[in-house]
């Protein structure tokens, strides 16, 4: 299989709807799919005033990466005729997807949004507009309502 799509998922309930539409694309184009999802990495500005004992991030970062890789491991029984690889990273979702769609050289990625408006798209912005408007490749952006 020449062709290559990443599908990047947030793991949320949501997420079904995007495996679904990047499998059907990745059938059509017989092409074997990156399944992947980012840990975001969490910044904590009161950790050495509030506590005496230091958050373990590795510890939760770990169970976090694992949770996930089962997850998806569970995705990649579904599709036993489409060759799968599983990525999971611990990161920014925006720079993991892209870095990982220019590294694996990836013909498509396929893409979930929450459709945010508003404030809370100007707060948390919108990792599917960020790869959409870095990406060299085409991009499927699913809606997921």
Not at 14 to 23: Q, Y
Not at 85 to 98: F, M, Q, R, S, T
Not at 107 to 115: F, L, P, Q, S
């Amino acid at each position: 299989m020449k062709n290559k799509i990443l599908i990047a998922v947030d793991l949320s309930e949501s997420s079904d709807l995007v495996i679904k539409k990047g499998m059907e694309l990745a059938i059509k184009m017989e092409a074997s799919v990156i399944l992947s999802s980012v840990v975001p990495m969490y910044v904590d500005y009161l950790q050495s005033q509030m506590s005496m004992v230091p958050t373990p991030w590795d510890e939760i970062y770990t169970a976090q990466k694992e949770a996930a890789i089962k997850e998806l491991k569970l995705v990649q029984d579904k599709f036993p005729n489409i060759p799968i690889e599983i990525y999971v990273e611990v990161g920014n979702a925006k720079d993991v997807v892209i870095e990982k769609a220019f590294k694996e050289k990836v013909d498509y990625i396929v893409v979930g949004t929450h459709g945010r408006t508003g404030f809370s798209h100007v707060v948390m912005g919108s990792t599917a507009e960020y790869i959409v408007r870095h990406a060299t490749m085409p991009v499927m952006v699913v809606p997921m309502k």
